[in-house]
Protein backbone atom coordinates (compact mmCIF):
# COMPACT_ATOMS: atom_id res chain seq x y z
CA UNK A 1 0.00 0.00 0.00
CA UNK A 2 1.54 3.13 -1.16
CA UNK A 3 0.73 6.18 0.50
CA UNK A 4 -1.15 8.01 -2.14
CA UNK A 5 -3.42 4.50 -1.29
CA UNK A 6 -3.14 5.17 2.17
CA UNK A 7 -4.41 8.38 1.63
CA UNK A 8 -7.21 7.74 -0.64
CA UNK A 9 -8.73 5.01 1.96
CA UNK A 10 -9.15 8.09 3.78
CA UNK A 11 -9.44 11.01 1.04
CA UNK A 12 -12.82 12.00 2.62
CA UNK A 13 -11.83 12.92 6.02
CA UNK A 14 -8.53 14.49 4.42
CA UNK A 15 -10.68 17.04 2.16
CA UNK A 16 -12.51 17.87 5.88
CA UNK A 17 -9.12 18.36 7.87
CA UNK A 18 -7.93 21.04 4.97
CA UNK A 19 -11.35 22.60 5.24
CA UNK A 20 -11.14 23.09 8.89
CA UNK A 21 -7.24 24.17 8.35
CA UNK A 22 -8.09 26.73 6.30
CA UNK A 23 -11.74 28.18 8.06
CA UNK A 24 -10.08 27.84 11.50
CA UNK A 25 -7.33 30.35 10.51
CA UNK A 26 -9.66 33.06 9.31
CA UNK A 27 -8.17 36.22 10.62
CA UNK A 28 -9.12 39.69 10.20
CA UNK A 29 -5.44 40.72 10.19
CA UNK A 30 -4.32 40.17 6.98
CA UNK A 31 -0.45 39.62 7.85
CA UNK A 32 -1.84 36.66 9.65
CA UNK A 33 -4.14 35.32 7.02
CA UNK A 34 -0.66 35.86 4.66
CA UNK A 35 1.60 33.98 6.54
CA UNK A 36 -0.95 31.36 7.83
CA UNK A 37 -1.97 30.67 4.12
CA UNK A 38 1.56 30.60 2.91
CA UNK A 39 3.00 28.03 5.23
CA UNK A 40 -0.25 25.88 4.98
CA UNK A 41 -0.30 26.13 1.13
CA UNK A 42 3.32 24.85 1.17
CA UNK A 43 2.21 21.40 1.23
CA UNK A 44 4.53 19.07 3.19
CA UNK A 45 3.18 14.80 3.46
CA UNK A 46 0.67 15.74 5.98
CA UNK A 47 2.01 12.59 7.87
CA UNK A 48 0.30 13.40 11.42
CA UNK A 49 -3.11 14.57 10.77
CA UNK A 50 -3.12 11.39 8.02
CA UNK A 51 -2.43 9.42 11.55
CA UNK A 52 -4.57 10.71 13.29
CA UNK A 53 -8.00 9.76 10.84
CA UNK A 54 -6.66 6.31 9.80
CA UNK A 55 -5.75 5.58 13.25
CA UNK A 56 -9.26 7.04 14.49
CA UNK A 57 -11.04 4.80 11.67
CA UNK A 58 -8.68 1.73 12.47
CA UNK A 59 -10.68 2.21 16.49
CA UNK A 60 -13.94 1.93 14.98
CA UNK A 61 -14.83 5.47 15.38
CA UNK A 62 -17.25 7.09 12.70
CA UNK A 63 -18.23 11.18 13.25
CA UNK A 64 -16.47 13.82 12.01
CA UNK A 65 -14.71 14.73 15.32
CA UNK A 66 -11.44 13.49 14.76
CA UNK A 67 -10.78 15.67 11.13
CA UNK A 68 -10.62 18.62 13.28
CA UNK A 69 -8.35 16.58 16.01
CA UNK A 70 -6.30 15.83 12.89
CA UNK A 71 -6.79 19.77 11.82
CA UNK A 72 -5.57 20.79 15.65
CA UNK A 73 -2.41 18.35 15.25
CA UNK A 74 -1.29 19.95 11.92
CA UNK A 75 -1.39 23.37 13.40
CA UNK A 76 0.92 22.59 16.06
CA UNK A 77 2.92 21.15 13.81
CA UNK A 78 3.09 23.72 11.74
CA UNK A 79 3.57 25.88 14.89
CA UNK A 80 6.95 24.71 15.56
CA UNK A 81 7.75 24.86 12.09
CA UNK A 82 7.35 28.90 12.24
CA UNK A 83 9.38 28.60 15.18
CA UNK A 84 11.98 26.24 14.28
CA UNK A 85 12.87 28.07 10.85
CA UNK A 86 13.48 31.08 13.13
CA UNK A 87 15.41 29.26 15.69
CA UNK A 88 17.33 27.51 13.08
CA UNK A 89 17.86 30.55 10.27
CA UNK A 90 16.50 28.76 8.04
CA UNK A 91 15.34 29.99 4.54
CA UNK A 92 14.24 26.88 2.76
CA UNK A 93 11.66 24.10 3.29
CA UNK A 94 9.49 22.27 1.47
CA UNK A 95 11.46 23.82 -1.92
CA UNK A 96 10.28 27.30 -1.28
CA UNK A 97 11.63 30.11 0.81
CA UNK A 98 10.46 29.92 4.50
CA UNK A 99 8.06 32.15 6.22
CA UNK A 100 10.50 34.00 7.95
CA UNK A 101 12.66 34.88 5.30
CA UNK A 102 9.95 36.37 3.35
CA UNK A 103 8.36 38.34 6.23
CA UNK A 104 11.12 38.48 8.08
CA UNK A 105 11.31 36.76 12.42
CA UNK A 106 9.03 38.96 14.01
CA UNK A 107 5.86 37.81 12.01
CA UNK A 108 6.43 34.01 12.21
CA UNK A 109 6.94 33.76 15.84
CA UNK A 110 3.85 35.69 16.38
CA UNK A 111 1.53 33.98 13.71
CA UNK A 112 3.54 30.97 15.10
CA UNK A 113 1.87 31.70 18.57
CA UNK A 114 -1.52 32.68 16.62
CA UNK A 115 -1.68 28.79 15.26
CA UNK A 116 -0.88 27.23 18.94
CA UNK A 117 -3.49 29.46 20.19
CA UNK A 118 -6.42 28.62 17.59
CA UNK A 119 -5.89 24.92 18.13
CA UNK A 120 -6.32 25.54 21.60
CA UNK A 121 -9.27 27.09 20.65
CA UNK A 122 -10.27 24.06 18.53
CA UNK A 123 -9.81 21.71 21.44
CA UNK A 124 -12.03 23.71 23.76
CA UNK A 125 -14.90 22.83 20.98
CA UNK A 126 -14.22 19.72 21.06
CA UNK A 127 -15.40 19.26 24.75
CA UNK A 128 -13.38 16.22 25.57
CA UNK A 129 -10.97 17.22 29.05
CA UNK A 130 -8.62 14.35 28.29
CA UNK A 131 -7.72 15.83 25.14
CA UNK A 132 -6.67 19.06 26.05
CA UNK A 133 -4.97 17.21 28.82
CA UNK A 134 -3.17 15.11 26.27
CA UNK A 135 -2.43 17.74 24.09
CA UNK A 136 -1.13 20.59 26.55
CA UNK A 137 1.01 17.94 28.14
CA UNK A 138 2.42 17.43 24.18
CA UNK A 139 2.96 20.61 23.55
CA UNK A 140 5.13 21.70 26.82
CA UNK A 141 7.07 18.63 25.84
CA UNK A 142 7.38 19.78 22.26
CA UNK A 143 8.99 22.52 23.91
CA UNK A 144 11.07 20.84 26.09
CA UNK A 145 13.01 19.39 23.10
CA UNK A 146 13.69 22.68 21.00
CA UNK A 147 15.36 23.58 24.33
CA UNK A 148 16.84 20.25 24.98
CA UNK A 149 18.16 20.49 21.29
CA UNK A 150 19.77 23.97 21.87
CA UNK A 151 21.69 22.40 24.72
CA UNK A 152 23.44 19.65 22.75
CA UNK A 153 23.97 21.96 19.79
CA UNK A 154 27.77 22.89 19.51
CA UNK A 155 28.40 19.93 21.83
CA UNK A 156 30.21 16.73 20.39
CA UNK A 157 29.96 14.87 23.92
CA UNK A 158 26.48 14.36 23.32
CA UNK A 159 25.33 10.83 23.54
CA UNK A 160 22.66 8.60 22.01
CA UNK A 161 20.60 8.86 24.92
CA UNK A 162 20.16 12.66 24.90
CA UNK A 163 19.89 12.44 21.04
CA UNK A 164 16.41 10.55 21.64
CA UNK A 165 15.42 12.72 24.05
CA UNK A 166 15.21 14.94 22.22
CA UNK A 167 13.97 13.40 19.06
CA UNK A 168 11.19 11.90 21.56
CA UNK A 169 10.14 15.42 22.55
CA UNK A 170 10.62 17.03 19.56
CA UNK A 171 8.98 14.73 16.97
CA UNK A 172 7.62 11.73 18.26
CA UNK A 173 5.64 13.10 21.26
CA UNK A 174 2.68 14.86 18.33
CA UNK A 175 2.69 11.30 16.71
CA UNK A 176 2.02 9.96 20.37
CA UNK A 177 -0.84 12.56 20.91
CA UNK A 178 -2.60 12.38 17.60
CA UNK A 179 -2.47 8.91 18.53
CA UNK A 180 -3.99 9.00 21.45
CA UNK A 181 -6.34 11.56 20.96
CA UNK A 182 -7.89 9.17 18.13
CA UNK A 183 -8.23 6.38 20.82
CA UNK A 184 -10.23 8.99 23.01
CA UNK A 185 -12.18 10.01 20.34
CA UNK A 186 -13.18 6.11 19.79
CA UNK A 187 -13.49 5.00 22.81
CA UNK A 188 -11.12 2.50 23.05
CA UNK A 189 -10.26 0.46 26.27
CA UNK A 190 -7.30 0.91 28.25
CA UNK A 191 -4.70 -1.90 26.71
CA UNK A 192 -5.86 -0.50 23.09
CA UNK A 193 -4.82 3.16 24.20
CA UNK A 194 -1.38 2.53 25.23
CA UNK A 195 -1.12 -0.11 21.99
CA UNK A 196 -2.20 3.94 20.49
CA UNK A 197 0.87 5.40 22.51
CA UNK A 198 3.37 2.86 21.81
CA UNK A 199 2.43 3.02 17.81
CA UNK A 200 3.19 6.90 17.37
CA UNK A 201 6.24 6.95 19.76
CA UNK A 202 7.75 4.59 17.90
CA UNK A 203 6.51 6.03 14.52
CA UNK A 204 7.67 9.24 15.09
CA UNK A 205 10.95 8.27 16.33
CA UNK A 206 11.64 6.53 12.99
CA UNK A 207 10.66 8.85 10.90
CA UNK A 208 12.71 11.50 12.58
CA UNK A 209 15.83 9.05 12.25
CA UNK A 210 15.29 9.08 8.34
CA UNK A 211 14.41 12.48 8.41
CA UNK A 212 18.32 13.23 10.57
CA UNK A 213 19.96 10.16 7.74
CA UNK A 214 18.44 12.25 5.13
CA UNK A 215 20.20 15.05 5.63
CA UNK A 216 23.47 13.35 4.49
CA UNK A 217 22.22 11.36 1.92
CA UNK A 218 19.37 13.22 0.15
CA UNK A 219 19.96 16.16 -2.62
CA UNK A 220 18.27 19.32 -2.40
CA UNK A 221 15.66 18.99 -4.61
CA UNK A 222 14.32 15.77 -3.21
CA UNK A 223 14.84 16.84 0.60
CA UNK A 224 13.37 20.20 -0.10
CA UNK A 225 15.71 22.01 2.31
CA UNK A 226 19.55 23.14 2.08
CA UNK A 227 21.34 19.73 3.06
CA UNK A 228 24.09 19.50 5.73
CA UNK A 229 21.42 22.42 7.92
CA UNK A 230 22.30 20.16 10.65
CA UNK A 231 25.75 20.21 10.91
CA UNK A 232 25.59 24.03 9.82
CA UNK A 233 23.83 24.60 13.02
CA UNK A 234 26.11 21.94 14.76
CA UNK A 235 23.43 19.74 15.65
CA UNK A 236 24.84 16.10 17.00
CA UNK A 237 22.50 13.61 15.05
CA UNK A 238 22.83 9.85 15.59
CA UNK A 239 24.68 9.60 11.86
CA UNK A 240 26.98 12.28 13.28
CA UNK A 241 27.44 10.52 16.94
CA UNK A 242 28.19 7.51 15.23
CA UNK A 243 30.54 8.75 13.15
CA UNK A 244 32.36 10.57 15.30
CA UNK A 245 32.38 7.28 17.95
CA UNK A 246 33.37 4.72 15.05
CA UNK A 247 35.73 7.14 12.84
CA UNK A 248 39.36 7.56 12.80
CA UNK A 249 41.27 9.98 14.74
CA UNK A 250 41.28 12.39 11.59
CA UNK A 251 37.50 11.60 10.94
CA UNK A 252 36.97 12.54 14.78
CA UNK A 253 38.91 15.46 14.70
CA UNK A 254 36.98 16.78 11.92
CA UNK A 255 33.36 16.22 13.04
CA UNK A 256 34.18 17.55 16.77
CA UNK A 257 35.45 20.55 15.34
CA UNK A 258 32.29 20.78 12.80
CA UNK A 259 30.11 20.30 15.98
CA UNK A 260 31.14 22.83 17.81
CA UNK A 261 31.74 25.60 14.65
CA UNK A 262 28.87 24.59 12.71
CA UNK A 263 29.05 25.54 9.14
CA UNK A 264 29.30 23.28 6.52
CA UNK A 265 32.98 23.85 5.06
CA UNK A 266 34.10 19.95 5.20
CA UNK A 267 30.38 18.43 4.36
CA UNK A 268 31.42 16.46 1.81
CA UNK A 269 34.63 14.70 4.11
CA UNK A 270 31.91 14.48 6.92
CA UNK A 271 29.60 12.39 5.00
CA UNK A 272 32.43 10.55 3.91
CA UNK A 273 33.21 9.81 7.23
CA UNK A 274 29.58 9.32 7.63
CA UNK A 275 28.89 6.45 4.77
CA UNK A 276 32.53 5.00 5.82
CA UNK A 277 31.45 4.00 9.16
CA UNK A 278 29.03 3.08 8.35
CA UNK A 279 26.39 5.58 10.16
CA UNK A 280 24.04 5.58 7.74
CA UNK A 281 23.35 1.68 8.34
CA UNK A 282 23.45 2.41 11.84
CA UNK A 283 20.59 5.30 11.61
CA UNK A 284 18.71 3.10 9.13
CA UNK A 285 19.00 -0.04 11.20
CA UNK A 286 17.48 1.86 14.73
CA UNK A 287 14.67 3.41 12.38
CA UNK A 288 13.86 -0.30 11.09
CA UNK A 289 13.23 -1.31 14.77
CA UNK A 290 11.71 1.83 15.93
CA UNK A 291 9.12 0.95 12.89
CA UNK A 292 8.85 -2.46 13.58
CA UNK A 293 8.09 -1.61 17.17
CA UNK A 294 4.96 0.13 15.80
CA UNK A 295 3.94 -2.46 13.58
CA UNK A 296 3.91 -4.84 17.13
CA UNK A 297 1.69 -2.48 18.70
CA UNK A 298 -1.17 -2.97 16.34
CA UNK A 299 -1.63 -6.53 17.74
CA UNK A 300 -4.20 -4.92 20.18
CA UNK A 301 -6.19 -2.85 16.99
CA UNK A 302 -8.34 -5.55 15.79
CA UNK A 303 -7.63 -5.91 11.67
CA UNK A 304 -8.81 -3.70 8.83
CA UNK A 305 -7.67 -1.90 5.65
CA UNK A 306 -7.51 0.99 8.66
CA UNK A 307 -5.27 -1.31 10.96
CA UNK A 308 -2.92 -2.29 8.13
CA UNK A 309 -2.73 0.91 6.15
CA UNK A 310 -1.33 2.10 10.17
CA UNK A 311 1.40 -0.68 9.39
CA UNK A 312 2.01 0.29 5.76
CA UNK A 313 2.54 3.62 7.31
CA UNK A 314 5.34 2.57 9.51
CA UNK A 315 7.09 1.10 6.46
CA UNK A 316 6.55 4.14 4.75
CA UNK A 317 8.53 6.19 7.13
CA UNK A 318 11.78 4.61 6.65
CA UNK A 319 11.71 3.56 3.29
CA UNK A 320 10.84 7.54 2.09
CA UNK A 321 13.52 9.35 0.28
CA UNK A 322 12.59 12.48 1.02
Not at 29 to 58: H, S, T
Not at 83 to 111: F, I, K, Q, Y
Not at 173 to 185: D, I, N, Q, S, Y
Request: contains cysteine.
Amino acid sequence: MSLDSIKSLVADDLTLVDRVIRERLTSDVVLVNQVAEYIIAGGGKRLRPLVVVVAARACGHAAKRHTEAAAIIELIHTATLLHDDVVDASDLRRGRDTANSVWGNEASVLVGDYLYSRAFEMMVSIGEMRIMDIMASATNKIAEGEVLQLMNANDPDTTEQRYFDVIYRKTAKLFEAGCAVAGVLAGVNATQQDALLRYGKHLGTAFQLVDDALDYSSTAAELGKNLGDDLAEGKPTLPLIHALKSGTPEQQAMIRSAIENGGIEHLQAITAAIESTGGLQYTARRARQEADLAKAALAAIKDSPYQRALSELADFAVARTH
